[in-house]
Structure formats: structure tokens, C-alpha cells
């Protein structure tokens, strides 16, 4: 899974060994670099965010793409979002 903009991660030691243990974190990605790196790895840009889904800092990580979990993002109430939630079931008369 290739990261896009907008997504929520959690980088653990999956994703790099530096974020091994209790130095994971959740990011949330505002910009993935196209330069070419080593196969399977890229730049990450995005925002670490708290306990709470707010944005704490800004940072720039190398990480292997195979080892990135996205996560669900999370509403102001903390509960996952879910955009189908809200729309309504059209039916066609038979």
C-alpha cells in the first residue's frame, strides 16, 4: 500500500527499525516524495499526531511500504469515521 495524502499510519518497527517498541507513532500524511529510493522504501511528510488525533509535529520519515497500517481516521467524538454512515439508500420501485 503506497501512502497518499490524508492517510492515518501507524509506523512501528514494521515500517523501520527506528520506530521499533515504544517509538512508534501515528502520522498523518500530507506528502509522499516520488524520487526514486530503494526498492520498496520512501520518504514520508505528515504530521505525528497525539493521544487525541491533534497534530503535534511535523515530520519526514524513510520507511518500507510493505510495513505501513493504515488506520482508520477518527472523529471528533474519538469513534473510526464512517463516511457511508450518513448517506442515504436510495431503492428502485419494482
Known sequence: M???P???LLIDG?????F?????????VIWVCERPTYRGWCW?????????????ERREVFVRVAGLQKLLP???AGRPV???ANR???TRGV
Open 14 to 18: 514494521r515500517a523501520s527499525v527506528q
Open 88 to 90: 442515504k439508500v436510495r
Open 74 to 76: 477518527r472523529g471528533r
Open 2 to 4: 503506497v501512502p497518499k
Open 6 to 8: 490524508g492517510d492515518v
Open 44 to 56: 514520508v511528510t505528515g504530521y505525528c499526531l497525539d493521544a487525541d488525533g491533534n497534530a503535534s
Open 20 to 28: 521499533a517498541g515504544d517509538r512508534a507513532l501515528r502520522l498523518r
Open 82 to 84: 464512517q463516511p457511508w
